[in-house]
């Protein structure tokens, strides 16, 4: 099993409301797990975001948390709710209405990996299912929750900031006119998840940093922006998507020649939306 549920950094002294959170750069394969599956241990990798963690590790130096994901994506999907249980995987479990990312392999327990590959031979017990949940998804979620609420607490706001990374191809067709293609992609759930200006302030910081950003195509945000985000209630998660292949070799997971680069470039960005957050607690982020 892999060895914890997640990883916590935090900032000496917290001056944001801002919480940053990697789900899916969890890269600890056990040999347990790993000799049950038909995939080799590259293949088995290819819908991690690998080295996400890496590019936003910075948050603590700047007063905003960072939580990391313990276990990788193809053991257990943080982004998926505990209820996505594929009943083609799953044993026991009853098909309940149509759920396009169970029905593609991607629950929060996933069949596949990129390109629809199969990770298993066979189907799994609901209590194998039940106790990856127990043991790595309810933590990981339990510590986000409370990060979030002491955000809140303290500053009378909070904002998620959940970081992922996309496939080049993901991005094939979305420039239109000969406009430069999005190398980020930002998901508020179309305005549901998180307040305007929040989104705005995050994508300002983006395109200041020479990124070319587009919103909600071909990711709007998943579980965590749905459960997440409440502007209503000052709660606002924004899913932010990297291309992959700004920093790393898709085929190989390797890093390339960029990534200190991007790096560098994202310290700014950290920095920037981290202080959003800072601010007078009697002052909220985004008008009512």
């Not at 080295?51 to 943080?78: M, T």
């Not at 593609?104 to 039940?130: D, F, H, T």
């Not at 994508?203 to 579980?223: C, H, I, K, M, S």
């Not at 291309?243 to 700014?268: P, V």
Request: hydrophobic letters at 40%.
């Amino acid at each position: 099993m892999p060895k914890v549920a997640y990883h916590l950094d935090l900032p000496e002294q917290p001056t944001s409301c801002v919480v940053f959170a990697s789900p899916h750069s969890g890269r600890d394969y056990p040999w347990s797990f790993l000799k049950g599956t038909v995939l080799d241990e590259l293949t088995i990798r290819s819908s991690e975001d690998a080295f996400v963690d890496r590019l936003f590790d910075c948050a603590p130096q700047f007063g905003a948390p960072l939580l990391r994901a313990g276990a990788p994506r193809a053991y257990i999907d943080l982004n998926r709710s505990p209820d996505e249980l594929d009943p083609a995987l799953i044993e026991g479990v009853r098909r309940s209405g149509h759920n396009p990312r169970v029905a593609s392999g991607l629950g929060v327990v996933p069949r596949v990996v990129s390109n629809g590959r199969a990770i298993y031979r066979g189907k799994m017990p609901l209590a194998e299912a039940e106790r990856r949940i127990a043991r790595y998804w309810r933590p990981y979620h339990d510590q986000l929750r409370r990060l979030m609420s002491a955000a809140f607490d303290q500053f009378g706001e909070a904002v998620l900031i959940d970081c992922h990374s996309m496939p080049h191809e993901a991005l094939e067709g979305i420039s239109r006119g000969g406009a430069r293609r999005p190398e980020v992609v930002l998901g508020d759930r179309f305005g549901a998840s998180a307040h305007p200006d929040i989104v705005a302030r995050v994508e300002a910081a983006l395109v200041g940093a020479g990124l070319v950003v587009a919103r909600n195509t071909p990711f709007a945000g998943a579980y965590v922006t749905q459960a997440y985000g409440r502007p209503s209630r000052r709660q606002h998660a924004v899913q932010i998507e990297i291309d992959r292949s700004l920093y790393m070799d898709e085929a190989t997971l390797r890093l390339n020649d960029n990534f200190q680069a991007l790096r560098r470039t994202l310290r700014g960005v950290v920095a920037e939306v981290a202080a959003i957050g800072h601010r007078d607690r009697d002052v909220p982020l985004a008008a009512e």
